[in-house]
């Protein structure tokens, strides 16, 4: 069984800190935005983008939901330590 370099922890522990610093993010400072935007009474227009959204973002975000990151993680590590190809 092949073990894991320091390459490849690196990379994992960069892309876990992107998304934490994401969630943070979008979670403290832009919480304001949103509550503002919800407290106008324009909850249709922030929840489903006027209905206006093309469908290219919509497939996005149908993939981003059925491949989480624990999923895509899991794959790469997999493949890493098991070289599947």
Do not use: W
């Amino acid at each position: 069984m092949a073990h894991l370099g320091a390459l490849d922890y690196i990379v994992c522990i960069l892309v876990l800190a992107m998304s934490v610093s994401i969630g943070v993010y979008f979670g403290f400072f832009e919480k304001k935005r949103q509550l503002q935007i919800i407290h106008e009474g324009q909850t249709d227009d922030f929840l489903l983008g006027n209905r206006q959204m093309k469908p290219i973002p919509v497939a996005c975000s149908l993939m981003a939901s059925f491949f989480s990151a624990i999923t895509l993680l899991g794959m790469i590590l997999n493949h890493a330590t098991y070289k599947v190809v």
